[in-house]
């Protein structure tokens, strides 16, 4: 029995350590000298639903210490100091706020990191998030790992990576307009830049809640559940933004829930990024009482001086707007509730909405940018060749956000997007739409692909008894190509090569195999063509067997002393000799066509007996023929 308690009381002891409570942390560093660095953690956890045992088990946390190739240097675990309550909501007129409870704990400790090539990366990791964190998947079996890195000194000099002015807010109220400063101060004055970004996760979080040791990196991030995504976290309209001067955050959540939201600083010195603080967070959307809510909407991006603005303020008896033209000599403020404002011009301008009940009044600040001159340029039409990949679109996107429509879609990589690669299958024109707020400019491109389809390859052939003799040409009826170069190939390997349109001549052996291969262009663009020539045999074929006799007395019929069934004018490739009975050459034929009982001079020969020799390459034959005459 005293061990079943036991072994139930580790149980539960294990569950509590695991339970979720993760709210969220950043990591932040100090340069000393001397190699030294202040090491400030803060973790947020939750401390009205979370374990006490869970809390409890995080007085150290531990931190990993790696180098440019992810392997582990150090890790220390530093003990927390008091605790701290969060308690920012930054609204008005309030009637009520939901109980929520979070805790930040810091931990502090000073290490010595002397500069190494590639620097540091610094990394706390603890499982696990909340379980009712709606935006992203398996919260509740999903860690954290809150990191950020220390360059190489030699390339930017020593550093300290910013801090953020201000503790996040405890909650958020739902539908009700939030802006928050989000701003961070960096103690070497180098240029900051604000981003939201996908926070991290670490493998094994479910089984190993406090890593030891600590995982190395590269670090794998949260998985976003649909429709959330890094661009919008709490699927709101408009989403979640920050300003990446300023660094103020602003929302206005339209449902209840938590949501996981990560935030970072970077900083630049010289036009590089040399450090930054990420901080992950859980913002709890709440549903609370309001007297009074100040609210409007209106395009942050406009091309008309002229914005007709939209109130969404509840509970107010009375509207004071100030629209932030300091060009104006006259008012620039309006008590209607959902009034107009013509500007001067592009620029920038600050608004403010005031709503006042008898009791309270709340304020809601914004500002809207109008355009200078806007306009796409998709860049010029092109010429192409087919099967050409290529991207298109305008260069530079410009200063503002902005979205892109590209249509039709056929042959794009992407619609969406400001240069999609495009491998047209023939010409065509696309149209591309790009937004920007409320304004919407739209281009083409026209794409003509080359027309390869006049070309016409052609080839003759003349072959004689010891060559062949190939005329090649390119029928180009338009007189559209140029530079044509031509290989020839054959059999045993000759290789020739000829920088001409229509080259006239080449010689091969009988029987070999001829390839041809060519390249030629137009308008740019390199055609090639192949081929494969067979030049004829070298063929005799004998009657077999041969005659012995023939009778050249004009009666039409065995007028010749014919020696091969081979068709008269098809090529012979044999030389007929005809000798007297005495051994002299009388007749000799090149193209051993026949005899016709004639020696070389014309002269009709006399009845009697002959001697015949056929020559070929590689074949010899002799025999005795007789020539009779007419009576």
């Given at each position: ?7 139930l009381?580790?149980?539960l ?17 100090q340069?000393?000298g ?8 803060h ?9 006490p045992a ?23 675990d ?26 930040k ?12 090539a ?6 706390f ?10 935006n992203?998947?398996?919260?509740g079996s ?18 300290s990576?910013?801090v ?9 109220c ?21 981003e ?31 429709p ?37 600083v ?8 040399i ?16 007297t ?6 209106a395009?942050?991006?406009n ?12 509970g107010?008896?009375?509207?004071l ?26 620029g ?6 005031i ?8 304020t ?12 796409l ?9 087919p ?8 260069p530079?996107?410009?200063p ?11 042959w ?9 690669i ?36 052609d ?13 090649v040409?390119?029928v180009?009826s ?39 291969y ?11 063509y192949?081929t494969?020539?067979?030049?004829p ?6 009657i ?45 034929d ?16 006399v009845?009697g ?9 590689g ?13």
């Amino acid at each position: 029995m005293r061990k079943l308690l036991f072994l139930l009381c580790t149980l539960l002891s294990f569950s509590s350590v695991r339970a979720t409570h993760i709210v969220g942390g950043e990591l932040n560093y100090q340069y000393l000298g001397n190699d030294l660095y202040r090491l400030e953690l803060h973790v947020y956890f939750d401390c009205l639903t979370g374990s006490p045992a869970a809390i409890l088990a995080d007085s150290l946390s531990r931190i990993g210490i790696f180098d440019q190739n992810d392997a582990m240097i150090t890790q220390i675990d530093i003990s927390y100091g008091n605790p701290s309550y969060l308690g920012g909501v930054n609204y008005q007129c309030l009637a009520n706020f939901p109980n929520l409870c979070v805790m930040k704990r810091t931990y502090i400790d000073t290490v010595s990191l002397p500069n190494i090539a590639g620097g540091y990366t610094l990394a706390f990791q603890r499982c696990c998030r909340n379980n009712s964190i709606i935006n992203i998947n398996a919260p509740g079996s999903e860690g954290a790992t809150f990191w950020t890195t220390i360059r190489d000194t030699t390339i930017q000099g020593t550093n300290s990576n910013p801090v953020f002015n201000n503790l996040p807010p405890i909650g958020l109220c739902v539908n009700a307009p939030f802006i928050w400063d989000h701003s961070a101060t960096d103690i070497d004055g180098d240029s900051l830049v604000y981003e939201l970004f996908q926070p991290y996760s670490y493998a094994g979080a479910s089984g190993n809640v406090q890593p030891n040791p600590v995982v190395n990196p590269p670090f794998t991030n949260v998985t976003w559940i649909g429709p959330y995504t890094t661009a919008n976290m709490m699927n709101t309209t408009p989403a979640l933004a920050i300003n990446p001067q300023t660094g103020s955050l602003s929302v206005t959540p339209n449902a209840l829930g938590q949501y996981v939201v990560g935030i970072i600083v970077k900083e630049y010195r010289n036009g590089f990024q040399i450090g930054e603080t990420r901080r992950d967070y859980q913002f709890n959307v709440v549903q609370c009482d309001f007297t009074v809510v100040s609210a409007f909407t209106a395009p942050v991006y406009n091309c008309s001086n002229t914005i007709n603005f939209q109130n969404n303020s509840s509970g107010a008896d009375y509207y004071l707007w100030e629209f932030g033209d300091t060009t104006t000599a006259g008012p620039d403020t309006s008590s209607d509730a959902a009034p107009s404002y013509t500007y001067p011009g592009p620029g920038e301008y600050f608004i403010t909405l005031i709503a006042v009940d008898s009791n309270c009044s709340d304020t809601f600040e914004t500002s809207i940018i109008i355009l200078p001159d806007f306009f796409l340029n998709a860049e010029l039409d092109t010429v192409v060749c087919p099967g050409a990949s290529f991207s298109i679109g305008e260069p530079n996107a410009g200063p503002y956000p902005c979205t892109y429509s590209w249509s039709p879609p056929p042959w794009l990589s992407a619609t969406n997007v400001q240069n999609p690669i495009t491998t047209p299958g023939n010409d065509i024109v696309y149209i591309v739409d790009k937004t920007v707020g409320n304004c919407t400019e739209s281009d083409t491109v026209t794409i003509t692909v080359v027309d390869l389809s006049p070309t016409i390859f052609d080839y003759t052939m003349s072959p004689t008894c010891e060559n062949v003799l190939a005329n090649v040409q390119v029928v180009d009826s338009l007189s559209q190509f140029s530079n044509f170069l031509w290989t020839f190939s054959d059999d045993p390997i000759n290789i020739d090569t000829i920088l001409n349109q229509n080259p006239t001549s080449y010689v091969t052996n009988l029987g070999d195999t001829l390839n041809i291969y060519i390249e030629y262009y137009q308008s740019g663009c390199m055609l090639t063509y192949n081929t494969v020539l067979y030049s004829p045999q070298n063929t005799i074929n004998f009657i077999d067997p041969l005659p012995n006799v023939f009778t050249p007395n004009a009666d039409g019929q065995n007028e010749c002393f014919e020696v091969s069934l081979l068709p008269a004018g098809e090529l012979r490739c044999f030389k007929l000799y005809i000798y007297n009975r005495w051994g002299v050459e009388i007749y000799q034929d090149p193209d051993g066509v026949c005899w016709n009982g004639k020696d070389m001079n014309g002269a009709s020969m006399v009845e009697g007996v002959y001697y015949y020799v056929i020559e070929s390459e590689g074949f010899n034959r002799g025999g005795f023929l007789h020539l009779f005459l007419p009576n």
